[in-house]
């Protein structure tokens, strides 16, 4: 059994802000296998979903503890069902990445984010796999505390169907093959394609004998 844990703040006035990613990600997982929202109950101090489906067997949690007591959540499922450590992965935002790139580690440190230290001190170790998704550095100089509990912009909301569809296949990916596998083909990743200009064929001069252009 696997542990797919998203951070995030509780509340619908929080329901599409950047700290709120991980919960995105949980929510896009189970609808792709035939959940809804609704479909989570109120166990263990958050929303709380028992799946098994198509040879997977998680369970889905969004802590409703706010960020800096993610862990006591974390701990008591943990403990529970009996999760090893390293069936579980923790999905975040991380605000020193470019908007949708994904960062994914198998140990390490918390990197200032509240929720990952509250989870890494309750189960006692840091080996725990994350997966981080970019949300942008803040533009200007307000705080970050503000600015982690903004909205998305519209250009990144337009995006943001693909990329919690690429960050569902990743965590899949994670709980069929094991983390060696999710971090060789997703880390450093966007998740989402990017159109690419077409290629212009370099138009180049017919030339004669002399080395003067030929008449068209």
């Not at 909301?157 to 899949?172: I, P, R, S």
């Amino acid at each position: 059994m696997h542990l797919i844990c998203g951070l995030g703040n509780p509340g619908r006035k929080y329901s599409r802000t950047r700290h709120n990613i991980g919960f995105m990600v949980v929510d896009r997982l189970v609808a792709e296998l035939g959940y809804s929202e609704s479909s989570f109950g109120n166990k263990f101090k958050g929303e709380f979903l028992q799946v098994r489906k198509d040879g997977l067997d998680f369970i889905a949690l969004k802590p409703q503890t706010y960020m800096n007591l993610s862990g006591d959540c974390v701990r008591d499922i943990v403990n529970y069902f009996k999760i090893e450590p390293e069936n579980v992965i923790i999905i975040c935002d991380d605000v020193n990445l470019p908007f949708a790139k994904l960062r994914l580690r198998n140990e390490g440190s918390d990197g200032g984010h509240n929720g990952l230290k509250s989870i890494f001190c309750h189960l006692q170790t840091n080996k725990i796999t994350r997966l981080r998704v970019g949300v942008n550095s803040r533009p200007d100089t307000r705080d970050l505390a503000d600015y982690v509990l903004e909205n998305f912009s519209k250009d990144e909301q337009a995006k943001m169907d693909e990329v919690l569809k690429y960050c569902a296949e990743a965590v899949t990916a994670f709980m069929r093959r094991g983390s060696g596998f999710a971090m060789n083909n997703y880390n450093n990743k966007l998740g989402y394609k990017i159109d690419e200009p077409p290629e212009v064929s370099e138009k180049k001069d017919v030339v004669g004998p002399a080395g003067r252009p030929l008449d068209k």
